[in-house]
């Protein structure tokens, strides 16, 4: 199985100079920055070819004047520089960055023979910005030159002269230095500018750009002015003594010019000598190089220009008769992107268009405006529905890439809050500018639309606000059909039944909302006064966020379950909830007689998703998997809600935080089953059921550098989808599903007289050359991997004889007759032996896993498991394991707890107390039991810890547990 990324939807907009034109004489084409990929867009064709290497979001590229060399470089930890071939879509040489942070700025010379580079600098680091070159065609792995920027400025722009490679300008918002290393030295000095020589101007600094030959440079700034740069002796510079030194000249501002009533945001100047400018109020504007006006293009209403480039293209005129200024206007046809999220293809003949909506150019690209909080893919056709924090849905055709409609709901609080392009234009350029802003105006507090979800008959779409409001729209035309507004918080998460009957909803104070559908007619248009589906009520079932809310069925009939990050689980009555009783929960009976409506799925680890297990025919009882915060699945009876199976979890970095099931349609047979997934951040993965912990049987890429918001998958099972937030990208995956399962780890699950086997056969078989262990069952080789020392090391032959010894005690140890060992040992020897090998679980971990391995198989056969063997010991001891081992603040943190919910303050209470505590709650401790323990940990000095002694978290770990200070 694979995942493979397919098409990219939306760019990041807000890149300066992130879109450029690639179009050559037999290829149309643009580049895009889109989240960490570098994205060649065959807009003719309408093809996506997506570069990938990076990790971390790009931050800056460039393309050499021939369109064929590309080059990417990134923001953050463990940054690169990559050089491609924009032809053969490869990378052609691969840069390590010299710079803890990375890169804001990057630019190529004019025969494309260098590469300047700008580091970022960082909230965490003192380091100054550095400016590098690098002769990326030759051998070298380090930049030929490299210097220290001067402090004082945060520089965001570099540039190579057009006529001599061996000078830059680096912007910055309030200064531009000008540098050259034709001395075999990266020098540099700042540009002399005084308003009182050159007059009145205003705003920061944006662009600045050498004009081709000639030795005047320019600078824009965000309010409309250009100031005029030429070389002007040094007044410093040493007296010239010899015919053969050099005058030493500096530039010098000489003058300034109120060009618009708006800011620069791009210059460039084009091969056929116009001075370009991109600009804030939208429009494109061409001078010469005296800055007097020749073409305007203000009717293209794409908003602020954030990008612009021009195609390579001979002039279609006579010389001397176009394409010079003073002539007929002509240019080459060039790209615009905007910070609106548009990419606009422009001709130049568009200049002489009458009608303005001729002079509008062509749309190649609709990105995303703001950041995708939600995603629901059609149930039966090839549509996907994005909705923007800001409250924009698009939904898009995804196998035609179009876009089919959308729609823009005004947010009542739009004042108070700012967009993306805001939030990252208001941030300094440094390591950390593109991760989600932690203030109050962060993307998870202040988006508006918080979920969509499509109706299982596909007429619909639910979305849910930040309002607390709910609305039904149609899916042809993303009208109103119904609204509510239940609840004044915020709506969280948005579910259908697969039957479309119940609509179930989250808010941010952990109600959940229960909406049933009143009449079976969905041809709702034109039928306003019909309602179609009525509020039931909402119930407070959590005392934290809720997680997961998942539809299922229970003995055929459709149930509703939540899971809190407050541990508990609880199921709804679907049948019997109406509007005049209320959401009703489901009520289990406990051993004593007494009832309850929630169970607690975990201990003390929080849950962070929740998925319905799909039920395969060979399935006796209906299942629901929960995933937590230290790497476990566990699976739980639907019924009984008692723990099933543990397992290992995916392991990416951060437990997952979302799951879903694909199609059953996709898999071509019902007995197979997979899911996919997303951490909080980074990780696409998808999963084979069955959970078993086998690592071989789950993988996982990179989807995005930061956050994913949301996951949904085709109806179909053929595409994946997951949005980034802050990227403002939506990536499309194709899955490439398993096409065969080895049967024979399914038979032998079954069979614990295999496990006997294969006990035996490794227990004396032994260690063969090279550390391979003879004898290994290939269902056990992935787990016996995840051991320290891998199989044949000394964790895995301590498990060999561990299990050895148990065998021997269970068989009588003072005999002197033949022992037959059949390979098994009786379950109550579980805990010995997993304490032996260094895992020392809780009473009640010790019953999930005797109940996990004695009950595996009684729903099919009606009997139990009563014995267990080596193999599958080593797989329970691998899914059981903690894998975040116990650290010192956690016991600081327990006892700290302790001591404040039992009302004692500063977190410390007296020992006798803390030894009360310990024998009545939780896994409870006798005092026989705890006096050996204590002897054990302390030996003589435990006389010294008197009954009154005050007892903290950090003293305990130190005194009792033996942890050192980090």
């Known amino acids: 199985m694979s995942i493979d990324i397919n098409w990219a939807f939306g760019f990041s907009k807000d890149v300066k100079n992130g879109v450029h034109s690639l179009s050559v004489k037999d290829r149309n084409a643009i580049l895009m920055l889109s989240s960490h990929n570098g994205v060649i867009y065959d807009f003719e064709h309408r093809k996506q070819t997506l570069l990938q290497g990076h990790c971390n979001m790009i931050s800056c590229c460039a393309v050499d004047k021939t369109k064929r060399w590309i080059v990417t470089a990134d923001l953050g930890k463990d940054a690169i520089i990559i050089v491609w071939d924009s032809f053969t879509y490869l990378p052609v040489k691969t840069f390590p960055s010299p710079h803890v942070n990375g890169f804001v700025a990057i630019d190529f010379s004019d025969d494309g023979a260098y590469i300047a580079t700008l580091s970022a600098l960082s909230s965490e680091s003192e380091l100054d910005q550095e400016l590098c070159i690098w002769s990326w065609s030759s051998d070298d792995e380090l930049p030929i030159q490299r210097a220290a920027v001067p402090a004082g400025n945060v520089f965001h722009e570099v540039r190579f002269s057009q006529s001599n490679a061996t000078q830059l300008v680096t912007t910055s918002d309030q200064a531009v230095h000008y540098w050259d290393w034709s001395g075999f030295a990266l020098e540099s000095y700042r540009g002399k500018v005084s308003k009182t020589d050159i007059g009145f101007y205003s705003g920061e600094f944006t662009t600045s750009i050498f004009l081709p030959d000639s030795d005047i440079s320019l600078t824009a700034t965000s309010q409309g002015y250009i100031i005029v740069w030429e070389n002007k002796k040094d007044p410093n510079a040493k007296p010239v003594t010899s015919h053969q ?8 501002a000489v003058k300034v010019v109120r060009l618009l009533e708006c800011g620069v945001n791009i210059m460039e100047v084009t091969t056929n000598k116009y001075l370009v400018l991109g600009c804030q109020d939208g429009a494109v504007r061409f001078y010469d190089f005296y800055l007097r006006l020749e073409a305007w293009f203000e009717d293209l209403n794409a908003g602020p220009v954030a990008s612009l480039s021009f195609s390579v293209q001979d002039c279609p005129y006579p010389y001397g008769e176009a394409g010079q200024p003073g002539l007929r206007f002509w240019v080459p046809e060039f790209t615009v992107g905007t910070r609106k999220g548009f990419v606009v293809g422009v001709d130049s003949a568009t200049f002489d268009e009458v009608r303005k909506e001729n002079r509008r150019g062509t749309l190649l690209m609709q990105g995303l405006s703001d950041a995708v909080a939600s995603i629901s893919c059609h149930p039966s056709q090839a549509k996907v529905a994005l909705l923007s924090r800001s409250g924009a849905i698009q939904v898009w055709n995804y196998e035609m890439k179009l876009l089919m409609n959308i729609r823009e709901f005004a947010n009542p609080s739009k004042d108070k809050e700012k967009d993306t392009a805001t939030l990252l234009m208001e941030r300094p350029l440094t390591a950390s500018a593109l991760q989600p802003p932690s203030n109050s105006v962060s993307l998870k507090s202040s988006r508006f639309a918080r979920d969509i979800a499509y109706h299982p008959g596909g007429l619909l779409l639910a979305v849910g606000f930040s309002t607390g409001s709910i609305k039904l729209l149609a899916e042809e035309t993303l009208q109103d059909m119904q609204s509510f507004s239940p609840s004044v918080d915020s709506i969280e998460m948005l579910r259908f039944s697969a039957s479309g009957l119940f609509l179930a909803a989250t808010d941010e104070n952990h109600h959940v909302l229960l909406f049933k559908r009143e009449v079976d007619d969905m041809e709702w248009a034109g039928q306003a006064s019909r309602k179609g589906f009525i509020y039931i009520g909402r119930i407070r079932s959590h005392t934290a966020r809720i997680i997961g809310l998942e539809f299922g069925h229970r003995e055929a009939v459709e149930t509703l379950v939540s899971v809190g990050e407050d541990r508990f689980c609880v199921e709804y009555d679907l049948v019997n909830s109406t509007m005049a009783t209320g959401v009703i929960p489901v009520k289990s009976i406990a051993s004593d007689g007494s009832s309850f409506t929630s169970i607690k799925v975990e201990s003390w680890t929080k849950p962070t998703c929740l998925l319905w297990h799909p039920k395969r025919p060979d399935d006796v009882e209906d299942k629901f998997l929960v995933m937590n915060a230290e790497y476990k699945i566990k699976e739980f009876n639907a019924d009984s809600k008692q723990c099933r199976k543990t397992c290992l979890a995916p392991r990416y970095g951060a437990p997952a935080s979302k799951m879903l099931l694909v199609p059953s349609v996709a898999m071509g047979d019902a007995n197979k089953a997979v899911y996919i997934f997303t951490t909080g951040e980074r990780i696409l993965g998808m999963g084979q059921l069955p959970i078993d912990g086998n690592p071989n049987k789950i993988l996982g890429v990179v989807a995005h550098p930061l956050e994913i918001t949301d996951l949904a998958i085709s109806h179909d099972g053929r595409f994946v989808f997951t949005a980034g937030g802050m990227d403002l ?74 299990f050895y010894y148990c065998q021997l005690r269970h068989g009588g140890e003072d005999t002197i007759e033949t022992r037959r060992l059949n390979g098994l040992i009786p379950l109550e020897e579980i805990p010995a032996l997993m304490r032996a090998v260094g895992f020392y679980p809780s009473e009640e971990e010790v019953m999930h896993m005797i109940n996990e391995i004695r009950y595996k198989s009684f729903m099919v056969t009606g009997e139990t498991q009563d014995y267990i063997g080596l193999d599958e010991f080593i797989r329970l001891y691998i899914n059981h394991r903690p894998v975040i081992p116990l650290e010192r603040k956690a016991i600081r943190d327990a006892v700290q707890t302790i001591a404040e919910y039992n009302q004692f303050h500063e977190g410390a209470l007296p020992w006798e107390d803390l030894q009360e505590l310990l024998g009545s709650n939780g896994d409870k401790v006798d005092k026989a039991d705890l006096q050996t323990y204590l002897s054990a940990l302390l030996g003589d000095a435990e006389a010294t810890i008197h009954p009154h002694d005050l007892i903290d978290g950090s003293y305990f770990a130190s005194r009792f547990l033996g942890f050192e200070e980090a």
């Open 245 to 252: 030194q050099k005058v030493s000249y500096v530039k010098t």
């Open 729 to 802: 990208t939506v990536n499309m995956w194709s899955l490439f599903l398993p096409t065969d399962e080895p049967a024979a780890a399914a038979a032998a699950a079954q069979n614990p007289s295999a496990y006997a086997q294969s006990a035996l056969d490794q227990m004396f078989s032994g260690v063969g050359d090279h550390g391979s262990v003879v004898g290994m069952s290939p269902e056990l080789a992935p787990f016996l991997e995840l051991l320290e020392g891998g199989p044949g090391g000394e964790l895995h032959q301590n498990l060999i004889d561990y």
